[in-house]
């Protein structure tokens, strides 16, 4: 590890000592300072981020990404409203779970705590700089930030101004602390900093994920790619099903938890392309099929046999007819990414079973996938959507950037 | 990854979707009947025992290990009692922790889930075999174990005869498969098995350890090691600090919760070491102490840096004076592993202090370290400690072993 990193992470641990003693008022404060702070100097974010668009448009970046990287001053407006959304959030922090006495007379309590230090890598949008300070701040974290290369300069405008509006607040400027060399070996090295950082949360397209997943010793959340199925059942009612197939893939394409795969029991396959195919059609989505869904809909495409695993994130859906629910659960254990998955359904039985039997984040009954998010979940924020087991499922509010230490009062108790 | 690990892994997530969906009364009847099969199969595992045993001795494998190895009528009913403890533990799958309808109508309940497939590398003792089956099935998990290469025949035994008996009770015998390979590659491999397991529990040394989560891309809990201090406060009732100094030393000194650092507020130091220097000179606790612990103590060793860092799990005790309560935390708090400290006060607030601010997964006022353990807290058995802050902090019982789920219940919502 280098030094310059060693030494970031032993400030981020003081900073992490000091925040995990703060009041929520004095968080609070800070993180309403902190917002202040960035539309006092949006100027300086502007010219900064127009520093990193100048930048992208010399290396021929293409528009999506530009767009992406564009800050304006609504974009730091609602990045400053963010931190005061977060500020009226519950403190998670100091809960005791569970507390009980057992036989020998010792009481033990099970009583929330901050991580400590949480350490963040990701991608070109720039808001990420400060919704992650927020979250990490309001949990009594301390965090390090590893942007993108892209947002460089953004970055550090955003994380100046936060930095110093907390020290105007007499509160640790290291709970914030950027990475401000862009190379990947500091990435690689940020990975194995165990001692220093708790853990470690990835944000952005599956290439990164893995590459945190595949070189990082410090333990990480697995966040993001969802590759989601709706599952339209013999019972279902098609109009519903074509409602929240359209919602699910069209209503914003670039998301986890937009819908990339449809699966339809064969005895109303018929019936649901022809309410469907028309309405796809006109939004321009691009079906990939299965020999029955082609043989429906003259416009559809073969599927490859890599369409089941992919998560386009574009107007593309994969469709394939299944003989059963049972065919329908196992194509999705197989195919998923343990996201987001829905069945439409008018069967109780077929219900339960779908909700029992598919293993992903959070399964739907009648419903879009869409739904999958922290907002929506009613955390009120959200750092990211966990696809793995441990720690946390799911979309991950404040409660996920929590753990626990149990806390046992004694009077002299020795082991027998 | 190997073909035949990759097989391996299928079965066992096959496994893992029939467990998922067992009754408690099923799962408990495969977890009485491999017990009485490990008792039927005594003289089986007793007979591959013995030829561990016997390379081990020709390898001069020393008394301490050969003891750990050694399997015995005793030794084999013990682990099958621990199945019918298991049996008896409640089940902790399909607790629904939450359930709230939000205004969208759409109701959004969290449910408590198997992991699905859990690994475990683990080293000597041939009863993990059976204790870490026991607590995967029961909360409806697949385990695949990795056990050293001295014991593999033992675990093979052991493994055979579990199998069977779950086959014969019409369960599936994958739920437990044991890696027969002893090479090492294999042991990596399994580590990178990402898709197939979801998560990794090594038990054993801190060497073991290391090396999983330094190779690991699957999800891993870090157990075990334990550098536990006891702090004597200048209001500590001395001969209650002595009793539990004595308890957390030298009750059992191989393992990760006794106490192996000694921090004596400097007003008490004197007082203390009178009553205490004798008793640990009876039971032949080797002091490294600093320069004032070896003024007050003659027998006593002057500490070298290193000492304070050490996990002994010997008859040696470093020892250090401190100035102040917040001199005894910033100590903790560099040189622990997080596992379980002390305090011993009769001060209200130096008791809160403590609790709070040292980190750590368990944290004591006026109780011996020893207490960290699944038994001793209440959860009716243990599959290790965790020393990380991700998914479980402390000891884990069978809730450590699952993960959630979200479930939602619509009636045709889609997202704005």
């Known amino acids: 590890m280098m030094d310059e990193l060693k030494k970031m992470g032993e400030r981020a641990r003081e900073a992490a000592f000091f925040l995990g003693k703060l009041s929520v008022a004095e968080k609070n404060k800070g993180l309403l300072a902190a917002g202040e702070a960035l539309r006092r100097d949006t100027d300086k974010i502007l010219a900064a981020n127009e520093e990193d668009m100048e930048a992208g448009r010399k290396r021929g970046m293409h528009e999506g990404l530009l767009d992406r990287l564009r800050l304006t001053k609504d974009r730091i407006d609602a990045m400053a409203d963010g931190l005061s959304q977060v500020a009226a959030l519950d403190d998670p922090v100091g809960e005791v779970l569970s507390m009980k006495k057992r036989p020998n007379g010792l009481v033990i309590g099970e009583k929330r705590v901050p991580l400590g230090v949480v350490g963040i890598i990701y991608e070109s949008r720039p808001n990420v700089t400060a919704d992650a300070f927020g979250l990490c701040f309001k949990a009594g974290n301390a965090v390090i930030l590893k942007g993108g290369s892209d947002a460089i300069k953004s970055n550090m405008a955003i994380a100046a101004a936060i930095r110093k509006a907390l020290l105007d607040s007499g509160l640790p400027g290291d709970a914030v602390q950027l990475v401000e060399t862009t190379d990947r070996e500091v990435a690689k090295a940020l990975m194995r900093m165990n001692g220093y950082i708790d853990v470690l949360i990835p944000r952005g397209g599956a290439g990164l994920i893995r590459t945190v997943v595949e070189n990082s010793t410090v333990p990480v959340i697995e966040t993001g790619t969802g590759n989601c199925h709706i599952f339209v059942d013999e019972s279902a ?9 359209l919602n699910a893939k069209t209503q914003r394409i670039g998301v986890c938890n937009a819908c990339e795969s449809l699966l339809i029991h064969k005895n109303v396959s ?15 989505v691009e079906i990939r099929g299965d020999e029955t869904v082609c043989a429906l809909v003259p416009e559809a495409v073969k599927a490859s046999s890599e369409d089941w695993g992919k998560e386009y994130l574009d107007y593309i859906l994969s469709a394939k007819t299944v003989d059963s629910l049972e065919e329908a659960i196992a194509h999705i254990n197989r195919y998923n990414t343990k996201h987001s998955e829905a069945i439409i359904t008018e069967s109780y039985a077929n219900a339960q079973k779908f909700l029992d039997e598919v293993d992903a984040a959070a399964v739907y009954v009648n419903a879009s996938t869409r739904f999958t998010d922290g907002f929506e979940f009613g955390f009120g924020a959200e750092i990211g959507i966990s696809t793995q087991k441990l720690h946390a499922r799911g979309p991950m509010g404040l409660k996920a950037l929590t753990t626990t230490k149990y806390i046992i009062y004694g009077n002299g108790q020795v082991r027998p």
Chains 1, 2 share one sequence.
Not at 237 to 245: E, N, S, T, V, Y
Not at 270 to 284: D, I, M
Request: aromatic share 4%; no cysteine.
């Open 237 to 245: 009612d098609l109009a519903m099903a074509a409602d929240i197939i």
């Open 270 to 284: 018929e019936k649901l392309w022809k309410v469907l195919s028309g309405r796809l059609s006109e939004k321009h």
